[in-house]
T-cell receptor, first 113, second 116 residues
């Protein structure tokens, strides 16, 4: 069953802690993306990767870090430098072609206590 | 940079009536446009896209969208709404980033509420 998975579904963090969100895909897609969703603000791009071992900052990269060591995996770390990390985080993947749509995971809801 | 605007935060429609969710775009060159739907606490699902060709694009779940170049619009439509269509709808446009990558830019989303 092909798809894109994110874990955990819900995550609670204390202030000052780093936390890593998992994103895995078995669609053989080259490109992967991380978005943050806040009510009324749509999706904002955090980081993206078009190929293994390479990634670029999106529009709101401050306080976040990523790695792309394997084609299937694109984990996102929310660091203590992110001032307002409580949000819904979405991972997506797509074939390399710029004409294709993205496939989204189910999301992780992060809450800072 | 390319952008899309969704002028309505919320659209209310009665079940069985036609629905329209509006999207306008601002691009240089040819626009590549997408519609996605999001159900509560879920990821986005692709509905349809316009790349080139026929201005009326048909997609999943009975949705269609009309590309109008003169009005720079790409409105999502369905002839007869269902209660199960109630969800958040996002319009997106392909945007070229520094470095040459093409990444979608999303609108703020429109909440569609279909009343029984």
């Amino acid at each position: 069953d092909g798809g894109i998975t994110q874990s955990p579904k819900y995550l609670f963090r204390k202030e000052g802690q780093n936390v890593t969100l998992s994103c895995e895909q078995n669609l053989n897609h080259d490109a992967m993306y991380w978005y943050r969703q806040d009510p009324g603000q749509g999706l904002r791009l955090i980081y993206y990767s078009q190929i293994v071992n390479d990634f670029q900052k999106g529009d709101i990269a401050e306080g976040y870090s990523v790695s792309r060591e394997k084609k299937e995996s694109f984990p996102l770390t929310v660091t203590s430098a992110q001032k307002n990390p409580t949000a819904f985080y979405l991972c997506a993947s797509a074939p390399q072609s710029s004409y294709t749509e993205q496939f989204f995971g189910p999301g992780t809801r992060l809450t800072v206590l | 940079a390319q952008s899309v605007a969704q002028p309505e935060d919320q659209v209310n429609v009665a079940e069985g009536n036609p629905l329209t969710v509006k999207c306008t775009y601002s691009v240089s060159g040819n626009p590549y446009l997408f519609w996605y739907v999001q159900y509560p606490n879920r990821g986005l699902q692709f509905l349809l896209k316009y790349i080139t060709g026929d201005n009326l694009v048909k997609g999943s779940y009975g949705f269609e969208a009309e590309f109008n170049k003169s009005q720079t619009s790409f409105h999502l439509k369905k002839p007869s709404a269902l209660v199960s269509d109630s969800a958040l709808y996002f319009c997106a446009v392909r945007d070229r980033r520094s470095g040459g990558s093409y990444i979608p830019t999303f609108g703020r989303g429109t909440s569609l509420i279909v009343h029984p």
